[in-house]
């Protein structure tokens, strides 16, 4: 196994996340150039260091490979470096502390994509575009700027040349993004895209096309594997997806190249193309590809393997799987340095590790245990490379804290047949679609069957129970003890205790799966990710929620868990679309006494789909700063809003504040209320020092520095995202409750606050 390239990649990747790690811990752009030039210097004297390191033992392979490793760091150190500095070197760093507005051309480079957001909008969601910028107010400027759209703002297609205003801040988003355009209400068109892009996307718009009428869950899939689309994923899909293993399906990576390699191949090698004509061909389509699903961590990080596996083809290199994955890394890192600190590039290069180095001797081991050489080879090859790849990205994903499916292996075999099939279907419509809509509906309607196949598979799998990284770690190495002692043992039944032992976790973990909530609880704060969405319990059993979050799935799942039945109230603090989205899943199937949300119907759009939801079955009403609930020993103040202030976002200051009291106990619930409503507060009501406190518009940086003294908290709850776009919680909020014990949803999923023996707040969470 040829493992040279090892050490320089994994030496440019460390160098690089470093350096972004570092300049990373600077406020504002004009501390990130600042670290960025000295981080450049720093290089150099590493270089000059390696080299003499080099030269000094260069007669052995150990100081050889120290010289290496340290002018490999150097790299990544340096091209991180200059990028940093390239997108915070005047005037970029001026206009972004200065919030300024500017006039931005630039060329578009992605589709639009639908973001929920609590920031300052009119809307609860936005659409997000990529653009390249050629000039910033008339001076040539090239950066890549993440810009936010209104819905009824038509995009133009990638590839359009486009002149758009706005204000530019600092962008959120992970990746090579130096700034984001705000306030943006029109895009005008000023060049049409080129002839790659207009064939790009009349192909992705045909496939589109093609899929109507069909299933809206299959359809959706055939767009999501064939194209990597999931523009049309249904929420509930898409949840499924996730929780049973099978979101990487619609994440185009290494499966996706390899068909296309595939196909692109036998074609040639069918007409009888010279191997040349082969190469160039297949190097083509591959560069194509790229351009139709648009360029993602995976989708990089995969084509830039196949192009390596297909000149190695021409020039009969090495094509060692070690060597071609870390040449791959080399090159996307050296290309952008921002791949280093990007989750989804990590977990694809490590289960493309674990795929290469892993399911060779997973697959040896399986086919000289007794029990599983009766298994099909194509059953076994499956269970091998899904279990290669989950282990192999247990570390990012116990990083990450992201939980796991225990139905994943299972589920990844059951699915894994129909991948190709669906994939070169949606390929085919997608490409005969623009000439021929007809016959391109006839390939999507046969690639649905099978979709059809997997949408099953995940919603059956998705309901299995899921585990931390950390509890499959630990079933990992106890299971791998075993095996050791069996060995040492000589006693091969021993060994059966592991499945046995597997067995009794997952039917303890579906029996128990709410069980990490202790019986006292009186808070719940539930992961809907980015949203809020609070559960709260007095002791005579009444409930009342807080906030409904994004998605109706998330918060049902949630209330089930806590084998909630009846809610004597649904208070909705404002109508952006992470706090009411999920109203759905909260009123159908239980018993709602009333639901009360702020006086500002805006966004009206939500206020309608509140509205509708309920009907005429439950009133919606309004809630008034001064009005107070008694419900039993519990007593429930309005405190905001007195008045709507047009100041900042005024859906986020119209937010309802609560004071939630119960058993000598205080709790603070903020909404999404920004610096204009605290100050409003703090002016109008004494402080409040409660015992719990929900941090304000999930940890935003626009808080009043006061805030947090005049609310108090021992507690304070983040309900936030993980890798949200807003860089929430902000440095500033956490640091304001420095003070106080610090849970966020975003790190420890559903944070649950419960009663101790001794009167205390026992804290537990679902991660």
């Given at each position: 196994m040829d493992i040279r390239l090892v050490i320089p990649a994994a030496g440019v990747?460390?160098?690089?996340?470093?350096?972004?790690?570092?300049?990373?811990?600077?406020?504002?752009?004009?501390?990130?150039?600042?670290?960025?030039?000295?981080?450049?210097?720093?290089?150099?004297?590493?270089?000059?260091?390696?080299?003499?390191?080099?030269l000094l033992i260069r007669r052995s392979r150990a100081g050889v490979a120290v010289g290496v490793a340290v002018v490999a760091l150097s790299m990544g150190v340096g091209v991180a470096a200059w990028n940093i500095a390239a997108q915070t070197r005047t005037p970029i760093s001026d206009w972004i502390m200065e919030s300024a507005s500017v006039d931005v051309v630039a060329v578009v480079t992605t589709e639009p994509r639908r973001v929920s957001t609590s920031v300052a909008w009119k809307t609860p969601e936005v659409h997000q575009v990529t653009v390249a910028s050629t000039s910033i107010d008339a001076v040539p400027v090239q950066i890549l700027l993440t810009v936010d759209i209104p819905p009824s703002v038509t995009v133009p297609p990638v590839g359009s040349h486009v002149a758009v205003s706005g204000k530019l801040g600092e962008s959120f988003r992970y990746g090579n993004f130096a700034a984001a355009l705000n306030g943006v209400d029109h895009i005008t068109v000023v060049g049409s895209p080129g002839w790659i892009d207009i064939v790009a996307q009349s192909m992705r718009s045909g496939l589109r096309e093609s899929l109507r009428?069909?299933?809206?869950?299959?359809?959706?899939?055939?767009?999501?594997?064939?194209?990597?689309?999931?523009?049309?994923?249904?929420?509930?899909?898409?949840?499924?997806?996730?929780?049973?293993?099978?979101?990487?399906?619609?994440a185009v990576s290494g499966g996706n190249v390899a068909i296309v390699l595939a196909l692109v191949l036998g074609l040639c090698m069918t007409v009888n193309i010279p191997l040349v004509g082969r190469v160039l061909t297949s190097l083509g389509a591959l560069a194509f590809y790229v351009v139709l699903v648009q360029p993602q961590p995976s989708v990089l990080r995969a084509a830039v393997m196949g192009g390596i596996v297909v000149l190695a083809l021409l020039v009969g290199g090495r094509r060692a799987g070690p060597s071609i994955l870390s040449a791959a890394v080399l090159i996307l890192i050296l290309m952008d340095p921002s791949l280093s600190i990007a989750w989804g590039f990590a977990l694809s290069v490590s289960a493309t590790a674990g795929i290469i180095v892993l399911s060779p001797y997973l697959l040896l081991w399986a086919g000289k245990t007794r029990g599983l050489q009766r298994l099909p080879?194509?059953?076994?090859?499956?269970?091998?490379?899904?279990?290669?790849?989950?282990?192999?990205?247990?570390?990012?994903?116990?990083?990450?804290?992201?939980?796991?499916?225990?139905?994943?292996?299972?589920?990844?075999?059951?699915?894994?047949?129909?991948?190709?099939?669906?994939?070169?279907?949606?390929?085919?419509?997608?490409?005969?679609?623009p000439i021929a809509l007809s016959l391109g509906h006839v390939f999507a309607t046969i690639s649905s069957w099978p979709a059809a196949w997997i949408v099953m598979v995940a919603t059956y799998f998705g309901q299995w129970p899921t585990f931390t990284g950390a509890q499959l770690l630990v079933s990992v190495i106890l299971m791998a003890g075993l095996v050791v002692v069996a060995r040492r043992l000589r006693r091969p039944e021993v060994?059966?205790?592991?499945?046995?032992?597997?067995?009794?976790?997952?039917?303890?973990?579906?029996?128990?799966?709410?069980?990490?909530?202790?019986?006292?609880?009186?808070?719940?704060?539930?992961?809907?990710?980015?949203?809020?969405a609070l559960v709260l319990r007095d002791q005579q059993g009444k409930v009342v929620v807080v906030d409904v979050g994004p998605e109706p799935a998330l918060v049902d799942r949630c209330l089930e868990q806590l084998e909630v039945s009846e809610v004597e109230a649904v208070l909705v603090s404002h109508y952006h679309r992470d706090h009411v989205g999920g109203l759905a899943g909260v009123v159908h199937g239980r018993r709602v006494g009333g639901?009360?949300?702020?006086?500002?119907?805006?966004?009206?759009?939500?206020?309608?789909?509140?509205?509708?939801?309920?009907?005429?079955?439950?009133?919606?009403?309004?809630?008034?700063?001064?009005?107070?609930?008694?419900?039993?020993?519990?007593?429930?103040t309005v405190l905001w809003p007195e008045r709507i202030l047009q100041e900042g976002s005024v859906p986020n200051n119209a937010s309802v504040v609560l004071l939630y009291e119960s058993h000598g106990r205080?709790?603070?619930?903020?909404?999404?209320?920004?610096?204009?409503?605290?100050?409003?507060?703090?002016?109008?009501?004494?402080?409040?020092?409660?015992?719990i406190v929900k941090v304000p518009h999930h940890g935003s940086a626009n808080v009043d520095p006061e805030f947090a003294t005049w609310a108090g908290g021992e507690i304070a709850i983040f309900s936030v995202g993980a890798d949200n776009d807003y860089g929430h919680p902000s440095a500033e909020a956490l640091h304001l409750w420095s003070q106080a014990q610090q849970f966020r949803t975003d790190r420890q999923g559903s944070i649950a606050l419960s009663e101790g023996g001794d009167g205390q707040v026992v804290v537990t969470s679902e991660k």
């Open positions: 990747w460390l160098g690089s996340a470093g350096c972004y790690w570092v300049t990373g811990l600077a406020d504002g752009p004009v501390g990130r150039h600042d670290r960025a030039h000295l981080l450049l210097v720093l290089t150099v004297v590493m270089v000059i260091l390696a080299l003499s390191i080099t009428g069909l299933d809206p869950n299959a359809g959706s899939l055939v767009a999501g594997l064939a194209i990597g689309d999931e523009s049309a994923l249904p929420a509930d899909l898409k949840s499924s997806m996730k929780t049973s293993g099978l979101a990487h399906l619609t080879p194509v059953v076994l090859a499956a269970a091998t490379l899904t279990l290669a790849a989950q282990l192999a990205t247990l570390p990012v994903m116990i990083a990450m804290g992201v939980p796991l499916s225990s139905g994943s292996v299972p589920a990844n075999i059951a699915a894994m047949p129909m991948v190709p099939l669906i994939t070169i279907g949606g390929l085919l419509s997608a490409v005969i679609s060994i059966a205790i592991a499945p046995i032992a597997l067995a009794l976790f997952l039917v303890a973990r579906t029996v128990t799966l709410g069980s990490w909530v202790p019986s006292t609880w009186f808070m719940v704060a539930c992961d809907v990710g980015q949203g809020d639901v009360y949300a702020t006086t500002y119907q805006e966004p009206h759009d939500q206020y309608e789909y509140a509205e509708s939801v309920l009907s005429t079955a439950i009133p919606l009403r309004a809630m008034r700063a001064g009005q107070v609930w008694n419900l039993g020993e519990t007593t429930i205080r709790i603070l619930l903020t909404g999404d209320i920004e610096r204009e409503a605290q100050r409003a507060i703090m002016r109008s009501n004494d402080p409040v020092q409660a015992d």
